[in-house]
C-alpha cells in the first residue's frame, strides 16, 4: 500500500522527471572528450588535501569517488555534476509545494529549473559550479521551510550546506552575505536571539574549518589566485554583459516567471527574506564584476514562486482564457529545453550546423578536443631525443588543461614527467635538477627562452577538426635545453595562475 501511494506521490513524479533529465545526460555525456577544466580537477583528484589554489577540496574529493567507481569514463566522471543538477529539479518542486503551488505548479518549477542555460551546462561537465549550484538552491528551500513553519531548527540544515558550499566554492561567502542582510532587512531578525541560528553558524564553521587551516598554512594563496584570474576575466571582457546574462541565465522563456516570482516575494512579508536573498547577491556580484552566471543558482526559487503565481493567474480566468495561457506555459518549457538542449548538451557532430550554433554561444565543446592528438605530437618528438637526452627529459606544460592531458593520456605514449607550474600542478614542487631537456608546450618562444638555454621550434599542436581552441591558438611548441637558474628557483619565477 505505501508503496502505490509513494508512486502516486507528487515526491515520486518530481523523482521520475529528475531521472529522466539524468538519462539525458548520461546518455550525451560520452562525447567529445575531457574539457580542460576537467583534467584540472582529475589531477586533483588523483591528489587529495584540504585545499586547492583554484578551489576548496570538496569537487576534487567528490571526483576521486567517480575515478574508484568508474575509472576514467567520461559519462561516470560526470555522474555526480549531471546527478545534482537533476537533484535541482526536484529541490524547486518542493519549493513550489511548500509556497502552496498543486501538482501543476510543482512539475512546471521543476522542468522549468531544468530547462536553465547553467543547469544543462552542469549536467554535462564535471565542474564545481554544479555542486555549488546545488548548495545554493538548498539553502533557498531550507530558508522556505524556516520562514512557513518558524521553526528555527531549519538554521543547523542551512548551517550544513552553507559549509558544504565553502567547501565546495568561495562565492558561497556572497551568498552568506544575502542571508544575512536579508535576515537583518526582514522579521526573521528575531532568530538572531535563537541558539539554533548560532549553532547552525557553528556547524558552517566547523564543515569549512579543514579548507580554512590549510589556507592559513598555505599564506591564503586562493585570495591571489582570485585576484589574478578576476583582473584577467575583467581584462578580456569576460564580466561584460552582466545583466544581460541575468535575463538569459534562467533559459529566456523563463523570464516572466521569474520575475513574477521576485515580486511575489516582495509583496508577501513572510517571504521577503528570499527575494533580498536573490537582490544582494546579483548586486554584490556586479560591484565586484563577477562574471553573469555567477547568481545563477538563485533563480530557481524565483522560478518555483514564479510557478505559484502563474497557477494562481490562472485559476482567475476564463477556462478558454486559462487553457490559452497554460498551453503557451508549456510551449515555453518546450521551447526552452530544445533550444537550450541543442547549444546546452553536446549532442552534435563537431563542425555541423548545429556545432557551429553552439560553438558560436560558447567554448565548452571546443576546449575537450584535441588532448590525444597533443600526446602524439609530444610523443613524437620525445621518441626521436638520443637516449641520454630522454634520461634527463620532461615535459613542461603552460596550461592545466595541457598538463591534466599529458598527466592522464602520458602513459599511453610511453612519455616521460609532466611538469607544470599552474595552480595546483605548481603545488606538486619543483622537478628533480638533472631533468634539463624540456618539450614545452603552452609557452611563447620568448617565455621560454626566459628560463632555458635555447630553445628551439619542434612542432605544431592541431587537432583532426582543425577548430579553433586553445591550443590550436598557441600551436608551436618547442625542444628547450639548459636551465638559466636551478629549478629550486626557477619554481618561484615560473608560478602561474589559470
Not at 176 to 189: D, E, S
Request: hydrophobic residues 50%.
Amino acid at each position: 500500500m505505501k508503496t502505490n501511494s509513494f508512486i502516486k506521490s507528487d515526491l515520486f513524479i518530481l523523482i521520475l522527471l529528475a531521472a529522466t533529465k539524468l538519462t539525458l545526460h548520461l546518455l550525451t555525456n560520452n562525447q567529445y572528450g575531457f574539457h580542460r577544466d576537467e583534467l584540472a580537477t582529475l589531477h586533483d583528484a588523483r591528489n587529495l588535501a584540504w585545499g586547492f589554489i583554484a578551489y576548496p577540496p570538496l569537487t576534487p574529493f567528490l571526483g576521486s569517488i567517480e575515478l574508484k567507481l568508474f575509472g576514467t569514463s567520461l559519462v561516470g566522471f560526470r555522474f555526480f555534476s549531471a546527478l545534482s543538477q537533476s537533484i535541482v529539479m526536484v529541490i524547486a518542486g518542493l519549493m513550489a509545494k511548500e509556497l502552496g503551488g498543486s501538482r501543476k505548479a510543482r512539475i512546471f518549477a521543476a522542468l522549468g529549473t531544468g530547462i536553465g542555460i547553467l543547469t544543462l551546462i552542469q549536467g554535462a561537465l564535471f565542474q564545481y559550479v554544479a555542486f555549488d549550484f546545488m548548495w545554493v538552491v538548498l539553502l533557498a528551500y531550507f530558508t522556505i521551510r524556516l520562514l512557513k513553519t518558524d521553526d528555527p531548527r531549519w538554521w543547523l540544515a542551512m548551517g550544513t550546506v552553507i559549509g558544504l558550499g565553502m567547501m565546495t566554492r568561495y562565492t558561497m561567502g556572497v551568498h552568506i552575505i544575502g542571508l544575512v542582510f536579508a535576515v537583518l532587512l526582514t522579521p526573521t531578525r528575531k532568530h538572531l536571539k535563537s541558539p539554533w541560528l548560532w549553532a547552525g553558524a557553528a556547524i558552517a564553521l566547523i564543515i569549512f574549518l579543514p579548507n580554512l587551516i590549510w589556507q592559513i598554512q598555505h599564506n591564503f594563496i586562493s585570495l591571489e589566485f582570485q585576484r589574478s584570474i578576476h583582473e584577467r576575466d575583467v581584462n578580456i571582457g569576460r564580466a561584460d554583459g552582466y545583466f544581460t546574462d541575468q535575463l538569459l541565465m534562467a533559459n529566456p522563456f523563463m523570464l516572466p516567471v521569474w520575475i513574477a516570482g521576485l515580486l511575489s516575494y516582495f509583496r508577501e512579508s513572510k517571504y521577503r527574506m528570499l527575494g533580498w536573498m536573490y537582490l544582494i547577491p546579483v548586486t554584490i556580484f556586479f560591484l565586484m564584476q563577477g562574471r553573469g552566471y555567477y547568481p545563477a543558482p538563485t533563480y530557481p526559487m524565483l522560478i518555483a514562486a514564479g510557478a505559484v503565481i502563474f497557477e494562481r493567474r490562472l485559476a482567475t480566468l476564463a477556462p478558454k482564457e486559462a487553457l490559452r495561457h497554460l498551453t503557451w506555459n508549456w510551449v515555453a518549457i518546450l521551447l526552452g529545453l530544445v533550444i537550450g538542449g541543442v547549444l546546452m548538451l553536446p549532442l552534435a557532430p563537431v563542425n555541423s550546423a548545429i556545432w557551429n550554433i553552439s560553438y558560436a554561444a560558447h567554448d565548452n565543446f571546443s576546449e575537450q578536443l584535441g588532448w590525444r592528438e597533443l600526446n602524439q605530437h609530444i610523443a613524437k618528438v620525445y621518441h626521436a631525443l638520443p637516449a641520454d637526452e630522454k634520461a634527463r627529459a620532461g615535459i613542461l606544460a603552460g596550461n592545466y588543461g595541457e598538463a591534466g592531458a599529458l598527466e592522464l593520456y602520458g602513459s599511453e605514449y610511453d612519455l616521460p614527467q609532466v611538469i607544470s607550474p599552474v595552480d595546483s600542478f605548481w603545488l606538486q614542487g619543483a622537478p628533480a635538477e638533472n631533468i634539463d631537456v624540456l618539450i614545452v608546450v603552452g609557452y611563447s618562444k620568448e617565455t621560454a627562452e626566459k628560463y632555458f638555454n635555447s630553445c628551439t621550434l619542434a612542432g605544431e599542436i592541431t587537432n583532426q577538426y582543425n577548430v579553433v581552441n586553445e591550443e590550436s591558438e598557441r600551436r608551436d611548441f618547442f625542444l628547450c635545453k639548459g636551465l638559466h637558474q636551478p629549478w629550486s628557483e626557477l619554481w618561484i619565477a615560473m608560478q602561474r595562475f589559470m
